[in-house]
């Protein structure tokens, strides 16, 4: 069953395109996370969903019914705020009942959906306390439970982590997605972290200048770009792009390093659309290789080593390129040392670079099928 269905949905402000013929299916029950750098429509669109921002074209339909003219306060929508949107003036208790006591539903519904909801976000010991006494990762699950009282047909989330500290980023990521898992609910998440949408979302919606780029599961994404933007957007480090030349010989097709004579494998399935036009190839800072010396591929001009524990990093430059390779170990190398590095054919992608798309055919877009 598909919950929401976003048909050729646009935004203007003016002469301003805010969003541009917006198509998505998100089914009953998903977890999906809209990203896309600052300004590039994700909170629009959520705003959109909820109600908040008018609909300039296009239509909205929530679970079958369309929804552009139908106020916020009936569509049965809940919606947890950056800011955390709480009442200084009520203690944890009464923030969270608020929705149902304004409803009217009695003073003991209040209280046993107040209790269920604080002993699912571990505030139960909390109940009595004011916002002022709470810390940032205890008020917003504060403003979790008080959606979660309405019992609504779709959860909403604008950023809802970026006011809180690494450590508790994490956390928060954790009770999210436990929560998600045990309610079985349909989750819209906007967050400008690719990481948080990695690790949490069944399927990823990236957005760039107002368009959709491309929608699929996280590793889809990851593995299957459709273009150079999302190839860099999503993953932390972000893929290289190094220019060059393809090469076509007897045993194969190779890359060319730019300012470099030394070339790199490529898949024995390298598109022929690689050979008519200029290409970039995008490499994950995990997939470099190192060699011994003399073995095969290029050399990697260390410029920056920074050791993390468990993985090194190591900024360089391979002929006129600049990249970034993770090795998940410990090297004992200095700036200035050049490091032998391979790639596995397999591993590198192939992008127009007049156009920025993939040259590997069209990647799954992993949209819910129409109810």
Known sequence: MTDVSIRALSKSFGRQAILKHIDLDIASGEFVALVGPSGCGKSTLLRMLAGLETISAGDLLIQGVRANGIPPQQRNI?????????FPHLDVARNIGFGPAIRGDSAAVVKEKVHRAAGMLNLSALLERYPRQLSGGQRQRVAMGRSLVREPALFLFDEPLSNLDAQLRVQMRTEIKAMHQRLGCTIVYVTHDQIEAMTMADRIVVLHNG??????????????PANRFVASFI??????????????????????????????????????????GAVEIGIRPEHFRIE???????????????????????????????????????????PGDALPVSVAPADIRLFDAATGMSLHGPAPRGLAPRP
């Open 292 to 334: 011994g010396a003399g073995g095969p591929g290029a050399r990697l001009q260390a410029d920056v080593v920074e050791p993390t524990g468990p993985e090194t990093w190591v900024y360089g430059r391979l002929g006129d390129n600049t990249v970034r390779l993770v090795a998940r170990t410990r090297l004992a190398i200095r």
């Open 211 to 224: 368009e959709l780029q491309q929608v699929g599961k996280p590793l889809e994404l990851y593995d299957r």
């Open 78 to 86: 809940a919606m947890v705020f950056q800011s955390y949107a709480l």
């Open 235 to 276: 993953g932390s480090p972000c893929m290289n792009f190094l220019k060059g030349t393809v090469l076509r010989a007897d045993d194969g097709a190779w890359f060319q390093i730019a300012g470099s004579g030394e070339r790199l494998r490529l898949p024995d399935d390298c598109p022929a659309a690689a050979a008519a």
